[in-house]
């Protein structure tokens, strides 16, 4: 299976800051990646796939982008509904997997 | 707008067999070419893949638990389950069940747009 790491685990930040999520696979899965959203006692839900592409109605401030193996998840100016945890996920083989999560915290 | 929800018990016993339905509403499950999937998380924890299956009834499951994995679909009723058989404590997770968007007709290639709530199920005598 291919894993997926994330960093950092967790992070503390402020409204209005830059927050860069880093998402790497132990193998190239080419554009093949998700980012979800994840808030306590709730479904996750989809930012972003294709890496890149940002799913209908996702604020324009979240931003996805790399290829093969590295990948980063950007939110351009945090805001207060942003505190949660998010996943990224691979969707080029089976089994999918997703990464262990990265908490964003209110600093 | 289209809903998933599951539903089954929400206690079950080690060894016995773990099953949940997902209802499927706002759009036909038959329509469409999605993979429909279980997922599940353990309190804390991160997200596990369990299997999909397709409207055909075609299925995939994490080599992890196919020994123990059935999803199957009823068309008529909008529904797809999940059975897990003779499971033990580490099976105890929120399970969700999930719509998956194709980008290739075959393989893995897809990711999930609509997801259920959620349902916790704790494995315990």
């Known amino acids: 299976a291919i894993r997926m790491t994330q960093s950092p685990s967790s992070l503390s930040a402020s409204t209005g800051d830059r927050v860069t999520i880093t998402c790497r696979a132990s193998?190239?899965?080419?554009?093949?990646l998700a980012w979800y959203q994840q808030k306590p006692g709730k479904a996750p839900k989809l930012l972003i796939y294709a890496a890149s592409t940002l799913q209908s109605g996702v604020p324009s401030r979240f931003s996805g982008s790399g290829s093969g193996t590295d990948f980063t998840l950007t939110i351009s100016c945090l805001q207060s509904e942003d505190f949660a945890t998010y996943y990224c996920q691979q969707y080029y083989s089976y089994p999918q997997t997703f990464g262990q999560g990265t908490k964003v915290e209110i600093k | 707008q289209v809903q998933l929800q599951e539903s089954g018990p929400g206690l079950v016993k080690p060894s016995q067999t773990l099953s949940l339905t997902c209802t499927v509403s706002g759009g036909s499950i038959s329509s469409g070419s999605y993979y429909w999937s279980w997922i599940r998380q353990p309190a804390g924890k991160g997200l596990e893949w369990i299997g999909r299956?397709?409207?055909?009834?075609?299925?995939n499951y994490n080599p992890s638990l196919k020994s123990r994995v059935t999803i199957s679909v009823d068309t008529s009723k909008n529904q797809f389950s999940l059975k897990l058989s003779s499971v033990t404590a580490a099976d105890t997770a929120v399970y969700y069940c999930a719509r998956g968007i194709p980008v290739r007709i075959v393989g893995a290639f897809y990711y999930f747009d609509y997801w259920g709530q959620g349902t916790l199920v704790t494995v315990s005598s």
């Open positions: 193998q190239g899965i080419s554009s093949y």
């Open positions: 299956i397709y409207t055909s009834g075609s299925t």
